[in-house]
């Protein structure tokens, strides 16, 4: 069984919405950030950096970050086929737009939500924020163009789509209909997924 360690509206959606997609046997351990459970020396063992989400993997094995565990349930449970085969063409560029997303949009998600950790400067805090926001937004734009449709590598859902759909659930849905249609509609088609709806509903609304 696996064990994801989350909280609501934090990067634990994507892992949770893949393993349900992946049929896989999981439960889940709140711990919640609001509540500062993230910050406990209980889960400091589980994870050094104290956050979410980790993963505690069927040997009883930690993994933490979030892109890093697509990967791995994409290749622990083929049978979900929600990336393409390892070593192939296809799979070097689901591999890489995974990666773009969390080194470049994840990332500044977290300098928009949490400003005030990247500068010691109070008076530069809103600074880093709209700066954030434009560099998502640019990042967003660029993952517009490369989507071949319905999802970015074509007909197939994989856990790159996944992962996108838990980062367009954080943006502005009005900037991102007008601005990123295809993303918007891939989002709201994995949305619907009858798996992932009630997962939606709780780190969504």
Known sequence: ??????????????????????????????????????????????????????????????????????????????????????????????????????VNIYEGELRKGYSDRYTDNADGIEGVKTSADAYVKRHHAILEEVIVGPFILGQQMTMADIYLWMLAGWMDQEWLTVHCPKIAALAAAIRQNPLVAPIHTVHFG
């Open 1 to 102: 069984m696996y064990v994801l360690y989350g909280s609501t509206g934090s990067g634990s959606a994507s892992v949770e919405a893949a393993l349900a997609l992946s049929g896989a046997e999981y439960r889940i351990v709140q711990t919640s950030t609001a509540e500062g459970k993230h910050l406990t020396e209980d889960f400091k063992l589980i994870n050094p950096r104290q956050q979410v989400p980790a993963l505690q993997l069927p040997d009883s094995s930690i993994m933490t970050e979030g892109s890093a565990m697509m990967l791995h349930l994409a290749d622990a449970l083929p049978a979900a086929q929600l990336a393409p085969l390892p070593g192939s063409s296809a799979r070097a560029q689901h591999d890489r737009w995974l990666i773009f997303m969390a």
